[in-house]
């Protein structure tokens, strides 16, 4: 028998639930790190956590991403509580494509960002990510834009935490630096401009 209309969401929620997919997920558990949805299980009182834009997916067609999937665009966003107080959380997903941020990406964490303005709560954004998703070019870093913009409106208004709980690269760092409170994790977390091969290719020194 066919399957319903419900049950093939059903499905999807749970595929895009493994983020990366099984094999990756080792690989975060093998170099010591948790998931995504792991720290924010652990962050938020438990059943708290309301999950948005779950669904969202990108449309670049450049450079072969018309056929390529990204569940959850790399980021897991929405709102639970801790200790009983409401807050709003964006965590990125180094599964899925390193956790690049593209055009849709930053829509979803915006949106949260946009969330939390209105409401006045804290903000908690878990950076582990490579930086902008080059494929997706302008539209990548204008999405990054995007949530700078909104890191300085929130500023003084809104409470910002950063966690820097892998390797940020580009504006996976710029933004951090822009909240009230930055958390590193020891030993796994890091925060720099770029890679020493583009250092090299640009000013001819190697780092």
Do not use: W
Not at 89 to 117: H, W
Not at 197 to 204: A, D, E
Request: some cysteine; proline content about 3%; charged content about 20%.
């Amino acid at each position: 028998m066919a399957k319903s209309r419900i049950e093939k969401l059903l499905d999807e929620r749970e595929r895009l639930y493994l983020g990366g997919g099984e094999v990756r997920i080792e690989k975060q558990h093998a170099a010591g790190k948790l998931t995504a949805r792991e720290r924010l299980a652990l962050l938020l009182d438990t059943d708290t956590f309301q999950e948005t834009h779950l669904f969202m997916k990108h449309r670049c067609t450049h450079f072969g991403l018309a056929d390529m999937d990204f569940p959850g665009e790399g980021v897991v966003t929405g709102c639970g509580l801790v200790d009983g107080r409401p807050i709003y959380v964006a965590s990125q997903d180094f599964t899925v494509a390193g956790g690049a941020v593209g055009e849709a990406t930053a829509r979803k964490i915006q949106a949260v960002m946009n969330d939390a303005l209105k409401t006045g709560d804290p903000f908690v954004f878990i950076n582990d990510s490579g930086g902008a998703r080059i494929q997706e070019g302008v539209d990548s870093l204008a999405g990054y834009g995007g949530i700078f913009y909104r890191n300085v409106l929130m500023s003084g208004v809104v409470p910002q935490i950063s966690i820097i709980a892998g390797p940020c690269a580009g504006g996976a760092a710029y933004s951090p630096a822009l909240t009230d409170f930055i958390i590193q994790v020891r030993s796994e977390g890091q925060m720099f401009i770029t890679g020493p091969s583009i250092i090299k290719q640009v000013t001819g020194e190697e780092v």
